[in-house]
């Protein structure tokens, strides 16, 4: 176990490297600089002051060496500063942190708590009328676009309801209900397809599972429907279900990008999203690799909760 | 079923044409026994005709704009709607299905044809050709889909191309995994170890044996992916880095015309995006068919 945790973290060093050369070299290439966008913000800069400026924030170093640079930056968890607001990068990553946190996690919450009942429901129900609404359900989730469910959301909640989430972010501990309320909308349009692709696989997987021996010897034996479904065959289906909501953790993060631009919640997505816009290098390396680094732990960890879930599983 | 198949006459050829027939078979009998999977088809093709047909079908030019009428209310004139300039919604709807549909179609293309070709060395050679490989798809899948694809579009300047571009990208790592599965399993056959025996080159095996196993997997990863690509088009355009205006997108009416007007004129963003999940849904469902039809194991790849 503990050579098989040692191996795949040996494993990610080269991912996050390679991840990180991409992102490196993304940013590189791409036209325009974080400088023009600085200049355009505060009038004309002589060419002086901008050779300069390019000096200070070490933009003139060969690729390579500001490659090293950033790489030791990122290793000694010191990012530096955005190049465009001079804000340092950990200040805003303690800001936006907590908000994507919270959204990811509600609505992962919300998904997982909707997605497995009626996923079971729709398994041991299969093709009657219940499962037929749960499987278009489910595949509907998958098919409408969170933009357009969130823009959705917030136009007939003004509409029908006369109500708008309220502007301007607060934090949980500060104000939890309108916290609340800033945040159960864009949770519940992110949860929504977490929720049709976890329903799916449960489904599956539970109509799998309810067709085997022992299955069989425990209604034989005169168990209770409940227990024979929830306790014998839920345990057992869940190894997929596990790995599709560790796969969607992407899909979640990626859904973020959106559902905080729509929602205005000033989050990583958000922050990422405008970095990129204004080249500004730093934040978007730091913060996509932030995200890598969490995918990949996450990951593994989602690797290693099966043995837990199946104690025949051994890590080699 | 209680049809006789027809036996073609040369034994050699028998597994792959008979592989295709009852292929083909299954398709149709799924298609017509579930209901699901017939929407579904029926959705695509109206999809597809509408593409092909829009100059046809579209009541008015969809770049013409008329401002005195507008923000019309959906009308039998206009059935859904006008837009801020006085477009004709519905004829850009129509339009706006040869961009979605020509960029999923071209992206899941290249994807997959990436991801085939990467996919089948990975699994054939293995060792370290496939370690490294892997690892470079480890390395792209560990970079949020959508970030990378807004990355890869800034690079590129923002265009319809070059949202196509992106999402190709994206899909190249999970079908070239999917594929090296398949592959990795094929090549325990005893026809694969034994066309090695006879000497056969290392790329006839591939073609005429190895692949047959792999094309199902293929076809019904590329029809789900279909519908994501749209997806993804859809997102970039929202963002105004995929299809640039004044070209109808769906996901771009949204996100202009469809948030700025939103509580005066909500049809605006009603309609692109029941256009957007209508064609999602057709391609979901129509993947989820595939897949039933021809191979249940598949069914936990997503």
Redesign the interface.
């Known amino acids: 176990m503990y050579k098989y945790v040692l191996r795949r973290v040996l494993?990610a060093v080269?991912?996050?490297?390679?991840?990180s050369?991409?992102?490196f070299g993304?940013?590189r290439?791409?036209?325009g600089d974080a400088l023009v966008a600085l200049m355009g913000e505060s009038g004309n800069i002589g060419e002086r002051e901008l050779a300069k400026l390019r000096k200070d924030l070490r933009l003139d170093l060969p690729y390579h060496e500001q490659y090293a640079l950033w790489v030791w930056q990122m290793v000694t968890l010191r990012p530096g500063d955005s190049l465009f607001t001079g804000e340092p990068i950990t200040t805003s990553l303690k800001k936006a942190i907590p908000v994507t946190l919270e959204l990811a996690a509600l609505a992962m919450i919300l998904g997982i708590v909707i997605a497995v009942p009626i996923g079971v429901l729709s398994a041991t129900r299969q093709d009657t009328p219940s499962d037929y609404v749960g499987?278009?359900v489910a595949?509907?989730g998958?098919?409408?676009?969170d933009?357009?469910?969130g823009?959705?959301v917030?136009?007939?909640a003004?509409?029908w309801f006369h109500w708008i989430p309220p502007i301007g972010y607060v934090s949980l501990w500060d104000a939890p209900w309108r916290n609340l309320q800033q945040f159960l909308l864009p949770a519940a349009v992110l949860g929504y397809r977490l929720a049709a692709?976890t329903m799916?696989?449960t489904r599956?997987?539970v109509l799998e599972v309810l067709r085997e021996d022992y299955v069989r010897t425990a209604w034989a034996k005169g168990l209770e429907g409940r227990i024979v479904v929830y306790k014998h065959a839920l345990k057992n289906a869940l190894i997929?279900v596990v790995?599709?909501i560790g796969g969607q953790l992407?899909?979640l993060?990626?859904g973020t990008?959106?559902v905080e631009?729509?929602f205005a919640l000033p989050g990583m997505g958000r922050l990422?999203?405008e970095a990129?816009?204004f080249r500004d290098y730093p934040v978007?390396q730091t913060n996509?690799m932030l995200?890598?680094g969490t995918?990949?732990t996450l990951n593994l960890l989602v690797d290693l909760s099966y043995a837990w879930l199946d104690p025949r599983i051994r890590y080699r | 079923m209680a049809t006789v198949t027809a036996r073609p006459a040369a034994l050699e050829e028998v597994p792959a044409s008979a592989v295709e027939i009852s292929r083909t078979r299954a398709l149709w009998h799924a298609l017509r026994r579930q209901p699901?999977g017939a929407a579904s088809a029926a959705l695509i093709a109206l999809i597809v005709l509408t593409a092909i047909f829009a100059d046809v079908l579209s009541p008015y030019d969809p770049l013409e704009t008329r401002p005195e009428i507008r923000l019309a209310q959906p009308s039998w004139e206009h059935p859904f709607g006008t837009d801020d300039i006085g477009r004709d919604v519905f004829s850009r709807i129509i339009h706006g299905s040869r961009i979605s549909l020509w960029v999923g179609l071209l992206a899941v293309g290249i994807g997959t044809a990436a991801g085939m070709v990467i996919g089948l060395l990975c699994g054939y050679c293995e060792g370290r050709l496939d370690l490294i490989f892997q690892?470079?798809m480890?390395?792209?899948?560990?970079?949020?889909?959508?970030?990378l694809a807004?990355?890869?579009v800034?690079?590129l300047?923002p265009s319809t191309t070059n949202a196509m571009i992106a999402i190709a990208i994206v899909i190249i790592p999970g079908n070239s995994r999917i594929v090296r599965g398949a592959v990795m399993s094929a090549k325990q056959n005893r026809y694969v170890e034994a066309a090695q025996a006879i000497g056969c080159r290392h790329p006839r095996i591939i073609l005429s044996h190895i692949l047959p196993n792999v094309t199902a997997p293929i076809l019904i990863i590329a029809s789900i992916w279909l519908?994501n690509a749209i997806?993804i088009e859809?997102?970039l355009s929202?963002?105004g880095v995929g299809t640039q205006p004044p070209t109808p997108s769906w996901?771009l009416m949204?996100?202009s015309t469809?948030?700025a007007f939103?509580?005066q004129a909500?049809w605006l963003?009603?309609f692109?995006?029941l256009a957007?999940?209508?064609a999602?849904?057709g391609f979901?469902?129509f993947g989820?068919t595939l897949r039933d039809a021809w191979d249940p194991r598949l069914?936990?790849t997503?």
């Open positions: 494993l080269p991912v996050l490297l390679l991840s050369v991409i992102v993304l940013m290439v791409m036209p499987r278009v595949v509907s998958l098919s409408l676009p933009f357009w469910l823009t959705l917030i136009t007939f003004a509409i692709a799916r696989m599956s997987t997929p790995t599709i992407g899909v993060l990626a990008v959106v631009t729509i990422t999203v990129i816009l978007v996509v995200v890598a995918l990949v | 699901l690892r470079v480890d390395a792209i899948q560990a970079i949020p889909a959508l970030v807004l990355a890869i800034s690079v300047k519908g997806l859809a997102t929202f963002l996901g949204l996100s469809g948030r939103m509580e909500p963003a009603i692109p995006g957007i999940s209508l999602v849904l979901n469902l989820d069914r936990n997503r």
